[in-house]
């Protein structure tokens, strides 16, 4: 089947410029999580949304940071005023509870963000 | 907050060596526990898990024990390809609330012919 798909897979922005990256999970996973990939950082989570339930923000480095999910399946997360730091490889995954309770995460290609 | 640490790379190794990548976490919990593999060019795959103590994660040849005692969670493979160059990536999980992944900085791994 269909696996976690993100577009774009790379996008070249200025500095100051806002960013939107997308995100189509697997369907049917109810949870869905964006990670960041960078040489300084390694993986970090970022946010995290599971059905109606208000989203796990705890990972946005910053307020020009925000991310939504469209009727429980598509995702953007969107990068304001984009500084050279916020240059990395964007992950985004999804999951769904599996019978030993684990949320069994499957990610997508990513997205390569670089700011000039 | 939990961390995960892993042995620094790259490792290179030839092929059919016998391969061990250290992993080790800091918990306040009871955390499941994974090991993520990046081939050149592609993304995150899920290579193996264990969710309690004992368990023993396998897959392709790899595997990893779950160990409370010493909170690790070594990777080892008998013989490995020049297929299994990629970076691995250790990492831990709430076993409730978000799950969400905390990884450790990742090995890079070649294995020559």
């Known amino acids: 089947g269909a696996g976690v798909s993100q577009s774009p897979s790379n996008k070249v922005t200025e500095k100051g410029k806002d960013v939107e990256l997308r995100c189509d999970p697997i369907?049917?996973?109810?949870?869905l999580y964006w990670y960041r990939q960078s040489l300084g950082q390694g993986l970090e989570f970022l946010i995290y949304?599971?059905?109606?339930?208000?989203?796990?923000k705890s990972g946005l480095p910053s307020d020009r940071f925000s991310a939504e999910r469209t009727g429980g399946s598509v995702s953007t997360l969107t990068i304001q005023r984009t500084q050279q730091e916020d240059s990395a490889v964007y992950l985004c995954?999804?999951?769904?509870?599996?019978?030993?309770?684990?949320?069994?995460?499957?990610f997508g290609p990513g997205t390569r963000l670089t700011v000039t | 907050g939990d961390s995960v640490t892993q042995m620094e790379g790259p490792v290179t190794l030839s092929e059919e060596a016998f391969l061990t990548i250290n992993c080790t976490y800091t918990?306040?919990?009871?955390?499941?526990l994974f090991w993520y593999v990046q081939y050149p060019g592609e993304g995150l795959q899920l290579l193996l898990k264990a969710t309690k103590a004992d368990d023993k994660g396998s897959n392709k040849g790899f595997e990893a024990t779950y160990r409370k005692e010493t909170t690790s969670f070594h990777l080892e493979k008998g013989s490995v390809q020049v297929s299994d160059s990629a970076v691995y990536f250790c990492a831990l999980s709430d076993r409730e609330g978000a799950q969400k992944l905390v990884f450790g900085q990742g090995t890079r791994l070649t294995i020559n012919p």
């Open positions: 369907s049917g996973h109810t949870a």
């Open positions: 995954a999804s999951s769904f509870r599996g019978r030993d309770r684990t949320y069994e995460q499957y």
């Open positions: 949304f599971q059905g109606n339930s208000a989203p796990d």
């Open positions: 918990a306040t919990g009871y955390p499941s």
